[in-house]
């Protein structure tokens, strides 16, 4: 009788199986491992330096000056800032001493100019004795008024060494200022006719006092006329430096224009050139210098022998 030996045959199966398993599990392992060993070759591996050389530390560089932009510390959209010139101007004459302010838009000459100008009898100068010296003289613009009888206006500076202190009061020229009438100039027409009957002098100019500051001027008015043309002026004379200075206004009108100008305001003209006058001012000269000297021994006269 056959026997069926069922506890070996499941012996070996369960043999069998697990060998099976362990190649299976070793197989999985060995899958494993190679996967890892893969994933690790991949990193970088890090450099080990036995000696690390030291690294030279890089000098500190001066940082360059760079220029500031000043444009770009001016806020965005500001406009430039404009600066006007004064509106009047100095003039300043060292070798006499004369200062004066000017608007800027007056024209000014000076020197030979000046003097020309005056000798064209535009403001003749009012000294008692000749020598006077043309140092400035300042007109005002025609374009101020257009279309009017104005002719000219100007302020006038001069100067006579030649003069003494009680000189300098004093005035010759034109006749002072009159009004323009007939009953005026019939008055005056009687009394030169009875001046020149009666041998007496004819009358002076009428002269007042000023004050510009602290100097004190001596002032007289004049009125010419010519046809339908008048000129008027004023003079100032003051004696500083040991000269006569003299200060001339005049405004002159009657031109005729084709539109037939109206009469302009002589009193508003003479108005602006006064401010011109109000500006004036006179620097004392130095003292001359005074050098010591021996004093001079008088010669002894020497009386001859007998």
């Not at 070996?8 to 299976?24: D, P, Y």
């Not at 893969?38 to 080990?48: H, L, M, Q, R, V």
């Not at 000696?51 to 000056?65: H, R």
């Not at 005026?184 to 009666?198: G, I, N, P, R």
């Amino acid at each position: 009788m056959t026997r069926i030996n069922l506890s070996n045959t499941r012996e070996t199966s369960f043999l069998t199986w697990g060998k099976n398993a362990s190649a299976l599990v070793f197989a999985a392992v060995l899958i494993i491992c190679s996967i890892a060993v893969g994933c690790s070759s991949d990193k970088p591996k890090p450099i080990t330096i036995n000696n690390p050389v030291p690294a030279a530390e890089p000098q500190a560089q001066p940082m360059p000056t760079m220029p500031v932009a000043q444009a770009e510390n001016k806020p965005a959209g500001k406009k430039p800032v404009v600066r006007k010139r004064p509106a009047t101007v100095n003039y300043a004459d060292k070798t006499y001493g004369v200062t004066f302010e000017y608007p800027r838009r007056y024209a000014i000459e000076t020197g030979d100019a000046a003097t020309q100008l005056i000798l064209s009898n535009a403001i003749p100068m009012n000294f008692v004795q000749p020598g006077g010296i043309a140092l400035a003289a300042v007109e005002l613009p025609e374009t101020n008024y257009v279309n009017t009888d104005f002719s000219s206006a100007f302020f006038n500076v001069s100067m006579n060494k030649r003069l003494t202190a009680e000189q300098c009061g004093q005035f010759s020229g034109p006749q002072a200022k009159a009004e323009a009438t007939e009953a005026k100039t019939e008055v005056q027409a009687e009394a030169k006719t009875e001046a020149k009957t009666d041998s007496t002098p004819a009358a002076t100019p009428q002269i007042s006092k000023v004050m510009i500051g602290d100097m004190e001027l001596k002032s007289t008015d004049t009125l010419t006329s010519d046809g339908s043309r008048e000129q008027e002026s004023k003079y100032y004379h003051v004696f500083e430096n040991g000269a006569c200075y003299e200060f001339a206004i005049k405004v002159a009108t009657g031109v005729e224009t084709d539109e037939g100008g109206k009469a302009v305001d002589r009193e508003d003209i003479f108005k602006r050139l006064e401010k011109i006058l109000a500006t004036v001012k006179i620097t004392a000269a130095p003292a001359p210098e005074v050098t010591a000297s021996a004093p001079v021994t008088p010669a002894v006269p020497v009386t001859p022998a007998q």
